[in-house]
């Protein structure tokens, strides 16, 4: 009973299937799978690509969904810096720009830049503004996502109720899609896994820490798009953190708490990247530093364990390129805390995309919404009228 | 593009409808939704019922879902008491009976006693065995869904990976689905929500602490079914819990470590019913006690919150019939732990439901799964055939 977006859904699925394979998972008839694979075909949404292996007779024809049939612009906007991207609609990067960019200098010039840079990127990739089928962005703090504004975000000065999207929207005539840092990370990190978990934790330690929960493909955004925020879950610390708040994860397991740490015991380390520095280096006071803040970090993840059961836990962010000792201090205490039943096949790794995730996640949330079943539907029949 | 099925979702959705507003509703042409409305009146799964005001002309005919087209039974077993009752598809009790049942003495007793009171509940509502459409369980113990087998259940001996559904199946032959205790009545709770939240955390504080996680109208199980496994997330005590572990919040804040509390106190209490006794006559360490218990539940439900962003808690099990006391700390903790954010609109209640909750939710998890649009949708073509 699959409409035309539901079978592009499990096209899109598969790297090419045949239409008898697509009669086959759909249960539709022969004659209406034919009748919307064609719709789909005459919409740009699907090719057909090669032949399948024959069983005799005539090798049938493989479909397979059209990647290339548009582009999405994609930017992960940090607290210091921004990363861009082109990609096709798989979300595979065609191109991408890193630069440094302080998001407190406000909407104003921080917008500017980044039109600026999706149209290099454009140009670089020989696309126009014409290809652009949606634009996805995220920024390092809480958002109203229906809305696509920024909700008083703590780093974001000028950023409150900015209507992000606006100016995007106008130039490209496209979705324009806004979302906090995090939890276009999760996503990323969801989509590039192989194979894709069922539930998925996403874990940032950068200047502070922060949770993207993907549960079904989806993001979990919560009642207020609040969900995921980790860092201001207490520990048994007396450490005030700049929330106002006493014992919050943040405040001791942070990358700002560790610089600070590092810094009372002598070393002359900036931020995050200073710490992960010295463990790379060998340090061994950042290595305790780091591997302790692993401990932290593993028993507020043991309560996420027990309370969500996720299939696999990622961690990412600056401090996450300290790696082992990170590593070993969140699975030393995730083992003792979780139940067994949680942790026997659970996964918990140090992510290997890096800042990738971020611009990756940007564009799939993008290409998710403008692939939703409904709107390809509602694309299909404005074209051909009613599919009945 | 909405499938018969779909559509079905949507009259269910109302307490009636009209076909122009399914049209507008669905997105649908007249005439396609006019055939598959036909086919799920011939189906059984709606009827025509009473008249919608005119707005000039003939007034147009009311669609309803057709509750009463047969019914479900649920059972919910709890370590020491068991509920039961029939349900029209809509969830609506139409008969109900608890008793005293030990979960302790193995499936065969237990189970036997269910088919006896499945009957004798057939028998008063005037129902035969070919009215029942579906059959649901919950049992107080860890259950692998898909199998509908408990999984190493701690307080349930003689019951590990019993096939629960087989002996309902072999007699009704209709679906048997087999949950545990806290996730159905996390769905009760949320169906007889009204309006039904799009996030919703129940915690159950009886004898232990377990909770049950709704998301977009589905029970969050997790990757191996152990999701909502609240109880034994970490506090910050030294108290040893039954688990092994030390700190388990269930250890300091379940009715069992209250009843134990209350008795080293020189209290004659056998249980949490006996605590919540004490507290509702007005003594004052029980009072106390509750309380404390309600800041220490309330300790781990502001990780929750800044976690998940729920938009509803509910707390229900014996411990709750307690009350203020128990909210009270609650809350305390709550509104001091968690950002204003995740909890300006959060509600927190008391269950008004108490018992029913599970029932209901064991009727509707069973509902929910053989009214799923593709199950509807399958019905139909293989009663009408293909349905383009």
Redesign the interface.
């Known amino acids: 009973?699959?409409?035309?977006?539901q079978l592009l859904e499990l096209i899109r699925a598969t790297d090419g299937i045949t239409r008898s394979d697509l009669v086959d998972l759909s249960?539709?008839?022969r004659?209406?799978v034919t009748?919307r694979v064609d719709s789909l075909i005459d919409a740009g949404f699907v090719v057909e690509a090669g032949e399948a292996r024959s069983t005799g007779g005539r090798p049938p024809t493989l479909l397979r969904f059209n990647s290339e049939s548009g582009v999405v612009l994609a930017a992960d906007l940090g607290a210091t810096r921004a990363r861009f991207a082109v990609t096709d609609l798989d979300g595979s990067v065609l191109d991408e720009r890193a630069m440094d960019l302080l998001i407190a200098d406000g909407p104003d010039p921080v917008l500017a830049t980044t039109m600026k840079v999706f149209d290099e990127l454009l140009d670089a990739t020989g696309m126009s503004p014409n290809d652009v089928r949606g634009v996805g962005i995220g920024v390092p703090g809480?958002i109203d996502f229906a809305a696509g504004r920024p909700?008083?975000p703590p780093i974001m000065p000028g950023w409150h109720d900015y209507p992000i999207g606006d100016r995007f929207r106008d130039r490209f005539r496209v979705p324009v899609l806004v979302d906090n840092d995090v939890n276009i990370m999760a996503l990323g990190e969801f989509w590039l896994s192989d194979p894709r978990?069922?539930?998925m934790v996403v874990v940032k330690i950068g200047t502070g820490i922060g949770?993207g929960?993907i549960?079904d493909g989806h993001v979990?955004?919560?009642?207020?798009?609040?969900?995921?925020?980790?860092g201001?879950?207490?520990t048994?610390t007396e450490a005030v953190c700049n929330?106002g708040?006493v014992g919050c994860l943040e405040g001791v397991a942070g990358g700002a708490a560790l610089a600070e740490e590092m810094r009372a015991a002598g070393y002359d380390v900036e931020n995050a990247r200073g710490v992960v520095d010295l463990v790379l280096s060998g340090n061994p006071d950042a290595v305790v530093a780091v591997r302790k803040a692993g401990t932290r970090v593993g028993?507020?993840l043991?309560?996420?364990i027990?309370?969500?059961?996720?299939?696999v836990i990622v961690i990412n962010g600056d401090i996450a390129r300290a790696g082992q000792p990170l590593l070993a201090g969140i699975r030393e205490t995730i083992y003792?805390?979780s139940?067994a039943?949680?942790t026997?096949?659970?996964q918990v790794r140090v992510s290997d995309l890096g800042d990738t995730a971020g611009v990756v996640g940007a564009a799939v949330m993008v290409i998710d919404s403008i692939l939703d079943?409904?709107v390809v539907?509602?694309d299909i029949?404005s074209r051909v009228g009613?599919?009945?």
Chains 1, 2 share one sequence.
């Open positions: 009973m699959e409409s035309p977006g249960g539709l008839a004659s209406t009748q809480p909700s008083d978990p069922t539930s949770g929960i549960i979990h955004r919560g009642a207020k798009g609040a969900a995921g925020n980790i201001h879950i207490q048994d929330c708040n028993g507020m043991a309560g996420v027990n309370l969500l059961n996720p299939e003792h805390r139940t039943l949680t026997n096949d659970l079943p409904a539907d509602a029949e009613a599919v009945a």
